[in-house]
């Protein structure tokens, strides 16, 4: 039986493709070392934060950014992801981005394990805003 189906070569795309596509959806992507509490974020999760893709966007900072009164919850769900109390990582939050534009973060990660020992977190992160605001 014969397909005729094409199969497409996806290696040619690079990764600022895949910026373009991120950016445009508006999916971030971050990774945070449990050990050296190092974060490490893609342009559009930068953007969802109201950073400039270039810039740096620390754990302290990101955390900063984080409405008081739902910072508890965010790393209540952080610790027990880490802890393996629970084996993903899921928070709605609100923040206040450097502009002083206050905008809800849809979140999402899991731990990532080698030999049983926390190495890092890795996740998304989506500015559900418009979202949140259609609910009310």
């Given at each position: 039986m014969r397909s005729n189906k094409k199969?497409?070569?996806l290696s040619?795309?690079?990764?600022d493709h895949w910026d373009v596509v991120f950016d445009h959806v508006g999916l971030g992507f971050w990774e945070f070392s449990v050990a050296t509490g190092i974060l490490r974020?893609?342009?559009s999760c930068k953007l969802n934060f109201g950073y400039p893709p270039d810039g740096v966007l620390a754990y302290e900072t990101l955390l900063g950014l984080i409405?008081?009164?739902?910072l508890d919850h965010v790393q209540d769900e952080i610790e027990l992801t880490v802890s393996g109390e629970k084996s993903s990582y899921h928070a709605l939050y609100r923040i206040r981005r450097p502009d002083g534009e206050i905008r809800w973060i849809k979140a999402d990660g899991i731990l990532s394990k080698q030999d049983g020992e926390s190495l890092k977190l890795i996740g998304t992160t989506l500015d559900v805003t418009s979202l949140k605001q259609s609910q009310s």
């Amino acid at each position: 039986m014969r397909s005729n189906k094409k199969s497409i070569d996806l290696s040619i795309i690079c990764d600022d493709h895949w910026d373009v596509v991120f950016d445009h959806v508006g999916l971030g992507f971050w990774e945070f070392s449990v050990a050296t509490g190092i974060l490490r974020s893609t342009r559009s999760c930068k953007l969802n934060f109201g950073y400039p893709p270039d810039g740096v966007l620390a754990y302290e900072t990101l955390l900063g950014l984080i409405l008081p009164e739902d910072l508890d919850h965010v790393q209540d769900e952080i610790e027990l992801t880490v802890s393996g109390e629970k084996s993903s990582y899921h928070a709605l939050y609100r923040i206040r981005r450097p502009d002083g534009e206050i905008r809800w973060i849809k979140a999402d990660g899991i731990l990532s394990k080698q030999d049983g020992e926390s190495l890092k977190l890795i996740g998304t992160t989506l500015d559900v805003t418009s979202l949140k605001q259609s609910q009310s």
